[in-house]
């Protein structure tokens, strides 16, 4: 007697990831036409079993796929491939994907068993532990607002319990996986920093931390304004030293305008560079950067320093702002050199 097959069998990493980009906005389909494109119209295109690598699978093809698309924003489900030029001319944008798919998977144990297998995996094989370290690079910066987006719509919550997910199924899965499984590489997810933040993959501590500021009793963090302890190793918003040429956020985008006193001596000495609005002063603007700003050029795939060219007529504003403030947090988060509020 004929069975009737009612049921079919999916993979549960699989089912997983499809559920996710479903919520996220993606239908996922399997063809033996491409490797991974995206339509530009809510269809990821992946390849057929038999098209893949030994080390390729659906959960790992989907999550680097939204990596992508936290990379070029929300707009970039509405273009083919994400926007990307596949002739190779965006490499820097690969590179960004990868330092953000590396944060998001090492929060959950999981960069063995999600890594990339793409032409570009030597990068991500020579990535260093914390790849967002070197905020001069133009990639580093771009998966600085990739790991932010991750924690909005449309990726939110949906890429999170994703990941969640499959670090329970590795948990489950790994003590009974042939050592050349990819699930033999999972790790535990990692424990959270003592200050509530996810833990950090720096060679550093509290107590070397630009963030961390001190009372007449105590030491706190700028990020959660918490205290904290100066021996407890670094967080993953750990930075070692802020360098201004190498960031320019108050002069560029983080704040539209920098009102100048009357008596300041660069009304005298810059008269040019000030714009009279009747009641207040204030300094003239060049696109998004204060007029006095020059640099961030690209050169390669790095921005030149920044320097003010009024540096010693700065007006009282500019020169009371302070290294590692409020302020100054609150600047490079505007701009992406630094992950935002958490």
Do not use: N
């Not at 490797?35 to 659906?58: I, K, M, N």
């Not at 001319?89 to 590396?102: G, M, P, T």
């Not at 329970?168 to 999972?186: H, Y």
Request: aromatic residues 6%; neutral net charge.
């Amino acid at each position: 007697m004929a069975r009737t097959v009612s049921h079919r069998y999916v993979d549960p990493l699989t089912q997983v990831w499809l559920h996710a980009a479903a919520r996220i906005g993606l239908r996922v389909v399997r063809t033996a036409d491409a490797y991974a494109t995206t339509d530009g119209r809510g269809t990821l295109a992946l390849s057929r079993d038999d098209g893949f690598d030994a080390d390729d699978c659906p959960a790992q093809m989907i999550f680097h796929e939204l990596c992508h698309s936290l990379v070029q924003g929300a707009a970039s489900f509405e273009r083919t491939d994400w926007g990307l030029d596949t002739a190779g001319s965006d490499a820097w944008r690969e590179h960004a994907c990868l330092r953000a798919q590396h944060v998001l998977a090492g929060r959950h144990g999981l960069r063995g068993v999600l890594a990339p297998t793409t032409d570009f995996r030597a990068f991500w094989d020579a990535l260093p532990a914390d790849v967002l370290a070197d905020r001069s690079e133009r990639s580093v910066v771009a998966a600085i607002v990739a790991v932010q987006r991750a924690d909005e719509p449309p990726w939110a919550p949906a890429l999170e319990q994703a990941l969640v997910a499959t670090a329970q199924i590795a948990a489950i899965a790994a003590p009974r996986a042939e050592p050349t499984s990819l699930l033999a590489t999972s790790t535990p997810p990692r424990e959270p920093h003592p200050s509530g933040l996810p833990a950090g993959d720096a060679d550093g501590t509290c107590g070397t931390c630009a963030w961390r500021y001190a009372t007449p009793t105590q030491s706190r963090c700028r990020h959660t304004f918490a205290r904290v302890d100066p021996a407890w190793p670094a967080c993953e918003r750990f930075e070692a030293a802020l360098d201004c040429q190498t960031c320019g956020a108050c002069c560029r985008s983080a704040y539209q305008s920098v009102e100048v006193s009357r008596r300041d001596r660069v009304v005298k000495r810059q008269p040019a560079l000030v714009i009279d609005r009747g009641t207040y002063l204030e300094l003239a603007r060049r696109g998004d950067r204060c007029a006095a700003l020059d640099g961030g050029e690209l050169d390669g795939e790095r921005a030149t320093r920044y320097r003010c060219a009024i540096y010693d007529d700065r007006p009282k504003t500019c020169r009371d702002f302070t290294v590692g403030s409020e302020h100054c947090l609150t600047a490079r988060q505007r701009v992406g050199l630094t992950l935002g509020p958490p």
